[in-house]
């Protein structure tokens, strides 16, 4: 990638989406030289039977909140797959479908509310903390379970490197813990370098709700391998004995030919959301909504938008997608 500004996220974006043929080529190179397994999926029908080859329906399997984990309905896929994220578990439970991790969703939730869905989540009683008695669980089902399914927040295409960011730790729990580990990846967050990643995704953290950058970040490099006996390489000892990297499309190259691929620098940050709930007043939407779910959605069942709503839609990007780059990509 050229000479920038490291602190620019929009324009490192930018570069992606116009590199993002080059960067494809080498994220499969190098992530299958680490040892990954890689599925390139052109739309969810193709993913999910990726998926459900690899995932059968009598194992058991643990997943986290991502944005193409929604995108494909993994929870269709996999009805057998348990949720980690807890505020996406209160959120289930809460009836909010349009939860995003990044803009604190239960400022006006009461805690009672919040008790009630994670007990029925824990489903026995205990006398510890809920949050540690729901944690603990979590670690004990990540013990049995045959997969962890997670998104992730980048590739480090240079270094095949898979980025993972939060601020629960369950998605660490998720990706370590259980016998293999497949992780769902939309093609534009394909990175140059660990660097460049890392700027986009503190730039997401920092525009959401919560402004703060995530507690925890995960650097997977391939299935878990050691030499420390007697030299001899094994798998699995500290990790999963396999990584499965599924690159999903579903529109994205469609979005790129059309020239209409500025919503792919979308960072998921959330800070559209609001305008974009009003805007879309009465319509079905994707969840969660930025303008890049909202512009794949709509390659597949277009949206009759009023002149009256596009004059009335306003909301600030961090990366500088604008309201005609939204419209353009939804003509």
Same mark, same amino acid.
């Given at each position: 990638?050229?000479?920038?500004?490291?602190?620019?996220?929009?324009?490192?974006?930018?570069?992606?989406?116009?590199?993002?043929?080059?960067?494809?080529?080498?994220?499969?190179?190098?992530?299958?030289?680490?040892?990954?397994?890689?599925?390139?999926a052109?739309?969810?029908?193709? #993913?999910? $039977?990726?998926?459900?080859? =690899?995932?059968?329906? *009598?194992?058991? +399997? &643990?997943? %986290?909140?991502?944005?193409?984990?929604?995108?494909?309905?993994?929870?269709?896929?996999?009805?057998q797959?348990?949720?980690?994220?807890?505020?996406?578990?209160?959120?289930?439970?809460?009836?909010?479908?349009?939860?995003?991790?990044?803009?604190?969703?239960?400022?006006?939730?009461?805690?009672?509310?919040?008790?009630?869905?994670?007990?029925?989540?824990?489903?026995?009683?205990?006398?510890?903390?809920?949050?540690?008695?729901?944690?603990?669980?979590?670690?004990?089902?990540?013990?049995?379970?045959d997969?962890?399914i997670?998104?992730?927040?980048?590739?480090?295409?240079?270094?095949?490197?898979?980025?993972?960011?939060?601020?629960?730790?369950?998605?660490?729990?998720?990706?370590?813990?259980?016998?293999?580990?497949? #992780?769902? $990846?939309?093609?534009?967050? =394909?990175?140059?370098? *660990?660097?460049? +990643? &890392?700027? %986009?995704?503190?730039?997401?953290?920092?525009?959401?709700?919560?402004?703060?950058?995530?507690?925890?970040?995960?650097?997977?490099?391939g299935?878990?391998?050691?030499?420390?006996?007697?030299?001899?390489?094994?798998?699995?000892m500290?990790?999963?004995?396999?990584?499965?990297?599924?690159?999903?499309?579903?529109?994205?190259?469609?979005?790129?030919?059309?020239?209409?691929s500025?919503v792919?620098?979308?960072?998921?940050?959330?800070?559209?959301?609001?305008?974009?709930?009003?805007?879309?007043?009465?319509?079905?939407?994707?969840?969660?909504?930025?303008?890049?779910?909202?512009?794949?959605a709509?390659?597949?069942?277009?949206?009759?938008?009023?002149?009256?709503?596009?004059?009335?839609?306003?909301?600030?990007?961090?990366?500088?997608?604008?309201?005609?780059? =939204?419209?353009?990509?939804?003509?």
């Amino acid at each position: 990638m050229s000479q920038m500004n490291i602190y620019d996220p929009e324009m490192i974006r930018k570069e992606c989406i116009q590199e993002h043929g080059k960067l494809l080529e080498q994220a499969v190179k190098t992530l299958a030289a680490k040892g990954c397994k890689v599925h390139l999926a052109k739309d969810s029908a193709e #993913a999910a $039977a990726i998926i459900q080859s =690899l995932c059968g329906e *009598n194992q058991k +399997a &643990l997943c %986290s909140f991502s944005s193409e984990l929604e995108e494909i309905n993994i929870k269709q896929i996999v009805p057998q797959v348990v949720q980690t994220d807890i505020e996406k578990i209160v959120a289930d439970g809460l009836g909010k479908a349009f939860y995003n991790r990044r803009r604190a969703p239960f400022d006006n939730v009461s805690s009672e509310a919040i008790t009630d869905v994670l007990k029925a989540y824990r489903k026995t009683d205990t006398e510890e903390p809920l949050f540690r008695a729901v944690s603990r669980q979590i670690k004990e089902m990540a013990n049995e379970s045959d997969w962890g399914i997670t998104g992730l927040d980048a590739i480090a295409a240079d270094t095949g490197t898979i980025i993972l960011a939060e601020d629960q730790g369950n998605e660490r729990i998720v990706s370590n813990i259980p016998a293999r580990h497949l #992780a769902v $990846a939309g093609l534009e967050k =394909l990175y140059s370098s *660990n660097d460049d +990643a &890392l700027e %986009s995704i503190h730039a997401a953290w920092k525009n959401g709700a919560r402004k703060d950058a995530p507690v925890y970040y995960s650097y997977i490099t391939g299935p878990s391998r050691t030499g420390d006996i007697e030299g001899a390489m094994v798998c699995g000892m500290h990790g999963p004995l396999a990584v499965h990297v599924i690159l999903l499309d579903n529109g994205r190259s469609t979005l790129l030919e059309q020239e209409k691929s500025d919503v792919l620098k979308c960072i998921e940050c959330g800070k559209c959301a609001d305008a974009l709930m009003r805007f879309m007043n009465g319509y079905e939407v994707p969840a969660p909504l930025n303008c890049k779910t909202l512009a794949l959605a709509n390659l597949k069942n277009k949206y009759q938008i009023t002149e009256d709503a596009w004059n009335m839609l306003s909301f600030t990007c961090p990366v500088n997608i604008t309201m005609d780059d =939204l419209r353009k990509s939804m003509q």
